[in-house]
Each structure stands twice: as structure tokens, then as C-alpha cells.
């Protein structure tokens, strides 16, 4: 049986979608936006699986909706850097994250930053969070990176998990460098790392003054090195 042919749109539909998803993209563009990168290296299953749960905590602060664009980076294997489209919505960045499994290979916290700055230069971004445990790279290239991005206003938010006093020495660096903060947990603190990142979430939407209006410990922390330059 021949199948009718199909309905073509008409030039006033094609016009009224192309505007809708102008507007989509116009509202999404406004909203603070919030660069979340997490290690998916081998070891990192585990963690990655906490942190896709936990990431809820970035869009519903103090059980208010919050108005913040998301964008899910992450690294693995041979080379692999991948950076999903800006969301806003938590129910998408765990559906993608869901779909992700950690594979060995070296951490790229260097190609990071210079995606993250390239990102901040064509729409400026409130912060960067960053959840890893390791990392393989020259201390002093990663420092040099995080001084250009607290020169773009583009504070880190470093959150360690584990206790490799030479990742924290470097962190801790660039997190003071960038004008960020810094934060250690480990895999038994899941209502920290909860803590961290509704905190820096608050603080993307609101600045200072939010990050000190959300209260509890992980503000505190975060608020004390802002105030303090990092340390």
C-alpha cells in the first residue's frame, strides 16, 4: 500500500519553531550558568555514581527551584573530554550522567580549564566545581591555568575526595588562585559533598550574599576562603 505523502510545514510553521527555539535558547543563555566536571578515570565509578545523585542539590537550594544553567563536563580513557549542551534541569544532566561508565586513563584537569575559559569568554559562567581525586598533570600548569581563570573571574570550587596531600597542596593553590575554594570528603560523606554543591549553587545565583544567606557548614567553609582569598 503506497503511504500518502507526507505533510509539509508551511513557511509560518517552520518561522514560529525556529522562534521557539530562539527563545528556548535565549532563556537558557540568561540563567547563571555553572560548569560541573567530575573525574570519571577508572577508580571513579563509584563517586560518579554519588555525584549524579547528589546533583539535584544544584537546582533546588534551601527547596527553592533554582534558576541555573548547568553544563555536565567530564574525562576518561585514552584522550576522551566530553561537554554536554547547557541544562537546566536535573532529571536531564542525571539521565546523562546514567548513561556514562568510567574507563582508565590519565586526568585532563589542564583541557578543563582552557574548555571552561573558552566557554566563560563566550558566555560568562558564575563558577566551576570540579569533583576528582587525583591528578597526573604538571602542578605548575594547572596553577598558571586557574591564575588565568581568577583573572576572567572565573572562580574553581576544588572538591577532593581521598587524602593525597599533593592533589590537596595543588588544589587548595588553585582554588586561592582563581578566587574559588576548596574541599575535602571522602566516600563516606555523602551529605558534605550534598552540602558543597547546593552551596556553590547558591553562590552562582546570588554571589557572596547568597553563599551567607544558605547557612550551614559547607557555606561556611566555602565563604571563609572567599572572604579570606582561598586560604
Not at 22 to 39: S, Y
Not at 151 to 156: A, E, F, S, V, Y
Not at 220 to 227: D, E, G, I, N, V
Amino acid at each position: 500500500m503506497t503511504k500518502p505523502p507526507a505533510r509539509r510545514s508551511s513557511s509560518q510553521e517552520i518561522a514560529q519553531f525556529l522562534q521557539e527555539s530562539r527563545t528556548i535558547t535565549q532563556f537558557v543563555d540568561k540563567q547563571p550558568r555553572l560548569l560541573f566536571a567530575v573525574d570519571a578515570t577508572a577508580s571513579r565509578q563509584p563517586t560518579w555514581n554519588r555525584a549524579r545523585q547528589l546533583q539535584q542539590e544544584m537546582f533546588h537550594v534551601s527547596g527553592k527551584v533554582t534558576a541555573l544553567a548547568v553544563q555536565l563536563c567530564y574525562f576518561r580513557g585514552f584522550g576522551e573530554f566530553r561537554a554536554s549542551r547547557w541544562l537546566t534541569d536535573s532529571a536531564e544532566l542525571a539521565r546523562l550522567m546514567g548513561l556514562v561508565q568510567c574507563e582508565g586513563g590519565r586526568t585532563q584537569i589542564a583541557r578543563l580549564l582552557k574548555h571552561a575559559q573558552s566557554e566563560h569568554r563566550n558566555t560568562p559562567m558564575r563558577a566551576l566545581v570540579f569533583i576528582g581525586d587525583a591528578m597526573e598533570e604538571n602542578p605548575d600548569n594547572l596553577c598558571d591555568l586557574a591564575g588565568q581563570c581568577g583573572l576572567l573571574k572565573l572562580p574553581l570550587f576544588l572538591f577532593q575526595e581521598g587524602s593525597d596531600r599533593q592533589v590537596e597542596q595543588t588544589l587548595r593553590t588553585m582554588a586561592k588562585l582563581s578566587g574559588g575554594a576548596y574541599a575535602r570528603f571522602d566516600s563516606s560523606s555523602a551529605d558534605l559533598l550534598a552540602g558543597l554543591l547546593g552551596a556553590v549553587a547558591s553562590f552562582a545565583t546570588g554571589g557572596r550574599t547568597a553563599l551567607q544567606a544558605h547557612g550551614g557548614d559547607s557555606a561556611k567553609l566555602l565563604l571563609k576562603q572567599l572572604l579570606d582569598g582561598g586560604d
